[in-house]
């Protein structure tokens, strides 16, 4: 039986009582990866040397000075920057780009003490929603080695799920973390935008972009945003709202909880399997003293046109600084500063990277941007102002975190009322940078579905307090794919 199964808790018994050391542990995480990644491929780069000799001095440090953390392993999506180790983002033009600093978040990894295992796939710049548009290799789900994991933080969610690592960093800029969790079956928290830093993060869409944790039960995801949560001075958008200890409040008690489930959340395009599951959970939810009610957001209907334009026009800019001169692919046999700076991007971005930023570029036009970019924006704050007025009367908002279970690599899903029913669910939460987790809820077909819940600016606690309670009601988070069992 693996380590890399066993909560923070049991791994920090097991450790406080000498039954195993931070080496041990560590070693296990690399055994059950050499074991499983050739098929599951969730990683891009593993830093075995550099982990084992920290997990070796970690040995040394007295218990006292040990947190809940301390000497686990986790693994980091590749676009957040890593000192010494490479960050490729999934894309050609950093293929070989090694930072000389770390990210505000990895700052506080080391901190916490735990053990950096190595970089995971992801879709590249993370635009995608499959993990198939990196650059270097496709990766799979546990569940089904046929299926995608979903994205962009497909790496992140499938090395969790497969029990390569008990704890795994992603990014959502428009559900990039709860999607592929939903996948995979593991739980995937996207906090309120300003309680994570972004220094360090290399931006798609700053205004949407937020680190976020995927963990296998909602007590180790709370641990983990504890530790790297809080006000960083070299972020501008970091908030400097107080982090509470999120897993205090994980009492199991949500009487009188009052839940709105959006009918636009279980409409067309939401897979029948998928709504049973969440009726199912609403159920559950009631069992334990919670009430709920259906409402709208009226203007649902516009999330995705307005992440589109706003998410590209931020790509766009961010994406300039890639130019082939001062960092980033450079191509060979360039005559001159024109050629490098259109073959840099030609051959180190690739098509969907591409394809954005063209779109992006047109929204941000002389001729164009009043009418989309602005446009966007104003009703970005209609979205958010339908969230506020929910919260007004209800603590929470509840529905699925994917309209569909995972499908099948190099399929595309052809129903569009299905596209747009994804795009609602989750972009809608950046659009209003409000928080979400997606908790697993079901299982249809072998494949795991996902609870999405939706609270207010910096309620992560309560968010945390109502999936765990959810979570011990049920025994959905127990269940694990087979390929984690060698039944592959």
Known sequence: MTLMKKSAAELQQLLHNREVSVKEVTEDSFKQIAKLDGKVQAFLAVTEKEALAKAESLDNEPMDKRGPLFGLPIGIKDNIITKGITTTCASKMLENFVPVYDATVMDKINQAGMVNVGKLNMDEFAMGSTTERSAFKTTH??????????????????????????????????????QPAAFCGVVGMKPTYGRVSRYGLVAFASSLDQIGTITRTVEDNALLLNAISGVDHRDSSSASQQVP???????????????????????????????????????????LGATWEEVTLPHSKY???VYYAIATAEASSNLARFDGIRYGY??????????????????????????????????LSADHHEDLYVKAMKVRTLIAQDFAALFEKYDVVIGPSSATTAYEIGGVVQNQLTLYANDVLTVSVNLAGVPA????????????????????????????????AYEQATDFHTHTPSVGEGNE
């Open 141 to 178: 789900n546990p569940w089904n080695l046929n299926c995608v994991p979903g994205g962009s933080s497909g790496g992140s969610a499938a090395a969790v799920a497969a029990g390569e690592v008990p704890f795994a960093l992603g990014t959502d800029t428009g559900g990039s973390v709860r």
């Open 245 to 287: 200890d999120f897993r205090a409040g994980l009492t199991g008690d949500i009487k009188g909880l009052r839940i709105a489930v959006p009918k636009e959340y279980l409409g067309e395009g939401i897979a029948e399997d998928v709504k049973e599951s969440v009726l199912e959970a609403l159920k559950v939810l009631e069992s």
């Open 303 to 305: 999330a995705s046109p």
């Open 330 to 363: 450079h191509p060979e046999g360039a005559k001159n500063l024109e050629e490098i700076y259109l073959r840099s991007r030609a051959e180190g971005f690739g098509t969907e990277v591409k394809k954005r930023i063209l779109y992006g570029t047109y929204a």
């Open 437 to 468: 987790i997606s908790v697993p809820c079901g299982l249809s077909n072998g494949l795991p579905v996902g609870l999405q819940i939706i609270g207010k600016h910096f309620d992560e606690a309560l968010i945390y307090k109502v999936a765990h």
